[in-house]
């Protein structure tokens, strides 16, 4: 019986479930959809490192002498033409839980069945799938620690090889148009790492090496010390059970604080499959409420990284630089825009996403809402980030701001890098404070009062 690979956030061979059901029912098309609903909002980085991983798998599947058909357009038309094309009886995907996704898919699968064709779903880029676990009375989660707890409990099963002895097909022997793998220019000033499957195994043995010094590094964004595995996990060139079932065996207080961190990506899955809204809306709604100012100047000088604040500026060059920022500092960069200068959160979700290449609707969303106060279990809004400690706390040596705010790299020039005297901003051409955090804060406590109940 002949199926359909449809890839889309699973661009692996190995380890893929969806695939090795492919397989098993006889020969696959490997196919991909270029989805322009996906494809207009992706932003530079995302465009351009699909490109590379669609590259980087359709290398993989040459090498086992087939490779990836690729086409453009509504999924619930295309995916329907090239099964018709091969003449499969089944479409085999790994399942979406976004709102948008899962959407399609309810789509797609109706288009389908009016042809006679199965849609399978097998296994998600998830450990746990969303909607998985439930507490005592069958509801999600909306408090983390609970959650990972029984979403430990759970578990998940082993990693699969890549499937074997397969028959590849491809469009190109059928009358169906394909496209070419886009190949998008990257913007000035922009690089990003190494896509495709082995590079995400290579990346991951580089990190399991030093994982052990995983819980005191991870907070101190100017050590190389977390493992850069997001952007993997975020087009599945990996699964997360892989990266769980390699840390089985370890028992460090390293290991463990990974295993949680893995665990904080499938809670915001599961939060955001329980309300979907809140990929847009605040999750408490009575935060909707708060006064907010309304973007404009501010919102720049933050996305441009030239708020005056070393910390929030380094990451913001971090993020434009590289397509990824610091976990701590996508906290202090989001406190700051949410807190200091009273911009709604979902202004700043919107940057992040255009500009990270991890960007992912529901982790990113919901860290905002969580340093906005209005996420689950989220940071209380009352406690807010001072971006000068902050720095200082978590940079002390100031690496990390020399490394990406250009002006404060010379030690002899600038010797605070995170609080420069104003004789100082001025020889280095730094600019001051835009705002004074201190009445910033008040303003923001004041702000909040307004809807506390
Ligand atoms: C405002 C804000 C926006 C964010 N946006 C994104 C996003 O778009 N995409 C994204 O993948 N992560 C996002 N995160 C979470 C986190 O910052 C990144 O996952 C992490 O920095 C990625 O780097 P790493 O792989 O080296 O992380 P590591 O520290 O090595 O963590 C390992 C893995 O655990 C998961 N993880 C760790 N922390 C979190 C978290 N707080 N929430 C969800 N998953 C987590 C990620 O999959 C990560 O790759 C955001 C956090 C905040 C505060």
């Known amino acids: 019986m002949t199926s359909v690979m449809w890839f889309r956030r699973d661009l692996r061979l190995a380890d893929n479930p969806a695939l090795c059901a492919a397989a098993d029912d006889g020969p696959v098309l490997p196919l991909f959809v270029l989805d322009p609903t996906l494809w207009g909002p992706a932003g530079p980085s995302r465009r351009a490192y699909l490109g590379a991983s669609l590259r980087s798998l359709d290398a993989s599947l040459r090498q086992r002498q087939a490779g990836l058909s690729v086409v453009r357009g509504d999924p619930v038309r295309r995916v329907v033409l090239a099964a018709k094309a091969v003449g499969a009886e089944s479409v085999h995907v790994s399942a979406d839980f976004g709102p948008y996704g899962a959407e399609r898919d309810r789509r797609v699968e109706e288009a389908l069945e009016e042809a006679g064709i199965a849609f399978v779903r097998t296994g998600s880029p998830y450990a746990v799938d969303p909607g998985t676990v439930r507490n005592g009375s069958g509801q999600n989660f909306k408090v983390f620690t609970p959650f990972s707890r029984r979403w430990a409990d759970h578990g998940w099963p082993s990693p699969l090889d890549a499937p074997t002895g397969v028959s590849w097909l491809s469009l190109d022997d059928t009358g169906e148009s394909t496209t070419e793998i886009p190949d998008p220019d990257l913007p000035a000033g922009l690089e990003l790492p190494e896509a495709g499957e082995a590079a995400a195994h290579s990346q991951w043995e580089r990190f399991l090496d030093k994982v052990a010094a995983y819980d005191d590094d991870r907070d101190r964004p100017g050590v190389d010390g977390t ?60 935060f909707a409420k708060m006064p907010y ?16 604040y070393p910390i929030v500026d380094a990451g913001m060059r971090q993020l434009r630089a590289t397509g990824w920022m610091h976990n701590r500092v996508r906290m202090i960069v989001a406190s700051f825009l949410v807190k200091d200068l009273h911009v709604e959160w979902q202004h700043g979700a919107r940057h992040f996403l255009h500009w990270l290449v991890d960007g992912d609707l529901a982790s990113n969303n919901h860290g905002w809402q969580w340093t906005a106060g209005s996420g689950t279990d989220a940071s209380p809004f009352f406690r807010v980030f001072n971006p000068t400690t902050q720095g200082q706390k978590f940079d002390p040596p ?15 020039q600038v010797p605070d890098p995170h609080d420069p005297d104003p004789d100082t901003r001025d020889l280095v051409g730094y600019p001051p404070p835009m705002v004074d955090h201190k009445e910033e804060r008040r303003e923001a406590l ?8």
Do not use: N
């Open 398 to 412: 100031g690496d990390y701001v020399r490394r990406w705010v250009e002006e404060l790299s010379d030690p002899d």
């Open 293 to 308: 100012d309304r973007p404009g100047k501010q919102l720049e000088a933050w996305a441009a990284g030239r708020t005056g």
């Open 227 to 286: 493992s850069r595995m997001s952007v993997h996990l975020k087009y599945g060139e990996v699964h997360p059970r892989q990266l769980l079932a390699d840390l089985s065996g370890r028992t460090g207080k390293g290991a463990s604080t990974y295993r949680t961190d893995l665990a904080w990506r499938d809670f915001y899955a599961d939060v955001l499959h329980a309300r979907p809204d809140s990929a847009r809306e605040y999750y408490k709604p009575e």
């Open 446 to 453: 004041d702000r909040y009062e307004k809807i506390r109940g």
